[in-house]
């Protein structure tokens, strides 16, 4: 224990202490990652098992489990705000990058929503008291007191980098990360759940999942009474599952922003680390060409309307469901290709663009990159299965060309996307020249450069009164010169960014709220058959909604910086 660890690159090795030296950081590190392992092994087993009939495993399991694990959270929780406040040296920096205010608003609202859904959760289980067990009450209203905690925890202590109980601090924050991850699942279970129910009552088949459990843990106990039978109990019931995606996306937004709060347990900064961009506050409209945010809502608008379509169609029993199909591919169509053409053509005027890049360490970023390329591979799954269920199946019309399309548009807009996206967070902020600028020679003519471009003035002609321009004066040539060209690149980027905003946000609201054209088009179910088709959706689609609300946070990143 006689070793120290050595700062890293945005570290600073001159920093003063506020407790004793960390040895060996990948140690307290390691003993974290471990224990959120075995916790979420443990969850998932009970999740997992508690979604099927044929496993005797009640739904009342994993409520008892995951209120054990929230109340032991919110414990942590007060135990860690009240050290804090009570040892002025515990949080002696804070990361600049972590916790950005639009990611804190999106948590806030995110967690309101969650809360009307304890709400609705909470009626729902009330409907038939005299038959249910009390955990099922009890759930939600914990719930509801660990949002409403973890979400103050999040918005005042999102930048800390804790110097004080390091590894009881590590495993702590990895054990509320578990927490989340283990709600997201249980939600993600839930939501898959009622999806196959519906499908197969729709269908006339036997389903071999249950929703949530509630049926089978109800009869077991009370019979038919337990079965939601009244129109309060019904408006209770579609009201909290219409609520899950806020509830997922609020598990996975509080998971990044407690994983960023793990990389900076113990970490020490300079005053300045790296690039300090401090934005001023945010006009979404201003310096904006207006043709990205008027196109962007035009599509948004018609979004809505062909989702609102599409559902009232596909769940009508007018047979209608392969008009409502061809809609909804069609306007998928177009806005992937529309979106796949301006992330491409942002990644050209990169090109053109002299910002210098920024290398230096910032976990924040690590963990967007990380996550925008880990989310994509789920939809990138379901469309090359799509693409080979369309090539190789036998049906060869309208329908299946659409599909077809529409899977290869899919590949290409997450590709072009995250190239813009990844490209757009490492570029320094506007005023971040290029290091190495060339020595200036008197008379081989003046160069100049900003961050935005390279420019020469023509060589000086001999003159014997001639006189070397002022630093001064030089940057006045830079603003005269340079600034016409560089203001319009900026404004390009921030119409494109609030392009691809809007056009994500309508593309995460179609599959969170219930579009399933997966199992409305019949090419897949036919092909793989539903039980295997069911398992790839179910599987890789939660990752493929949360990439579009993770791009969407992203993307409102790079308008800031661009």
Known sequence: MSEELAPGPNESPLAPQAGPREVWKKGGRLLSVLLAVNVLLLACTLISGGAFNKVAVYDTDVFALLTTMMLLAVLWILFYLLRTVRCPGAVPYRDAHAGPIWLRGGLVLFGICTLVMDVFKTGYYSSFFECQSAIKILHPLIQAVFVMIQTYFLWVSAKDCVHVHLDLTRCGLMFTLTTNLAIWMAAVVDESVHQAHSYSSSHGNASHTRL???????????????????????????????????????????????????????????????????????????????????????????????????????????????????????????????TTLVSLSGSIIYRFDRRAMDHHKNPTRTLDVALLMGAALGQYAISYYSIVAVVVGTPQDLLAGLNLTHALLMIAQHTFQNMFIIESLHRGPPGAEPHGTPPKEPCQGLTFTNQDALHTLPACPPSPGLVSPSPADQQEAVGIVSTPRSHWRRRCLKDIALFLLL????????????????????????????????????????????????????????????
């Open 212 to 338: 949530a459990s509630d049926q089978r843990a109800g009869n077991a106990v009370g019979g038919d009474s337990c079965l939601c039978s009244t129109a309060v109990c019904q408006i209770f019931q579609q009201g909290y599952f219409y609520l899950y995606p806020f509830n997922i996306e609020y598990s996975l937004f509080a998971s990044t922003m407690l994983y960023v709060m793990w990389k900076n347990v113990g970490r020490l900064l300079t005053s300045t680390p790296g690039h300090s961009h401090t934005p001023s506050p945010v006009s979404l409209f201003r310096e904006t060409f207006f043709a990205g945010p008027v196109l962007g809502l035009l599509l948004f608008v018609a979004g809505l309307a062909v989702f609102i379509i599409y559902e009232v169609q596909v769940s009508g029993e007018g047979g209608r469901t392969q008009q409502a199909l061809v809609i909804y591919y069609s306007f998928n169509i177009v806005c992937l290709g529309l």
């Open 503 to 562: 056009c994500n946000v309508i593309l995460w609201i179609m599959p969170a709220f219930g579009a399933r054209p997966h199992f409305s088009n019949t090419v897949e179910v036919d092909f793989y058959g539903y039980s295997l088709w069911a398992a790839i959706v179910n599987i890789c689609l939660p990752f493929g909604i949360f990439y579009r609300m993770h791009a969407v946070s992203s993307l409102l990143e790079v308008y800031v910086l661009s």
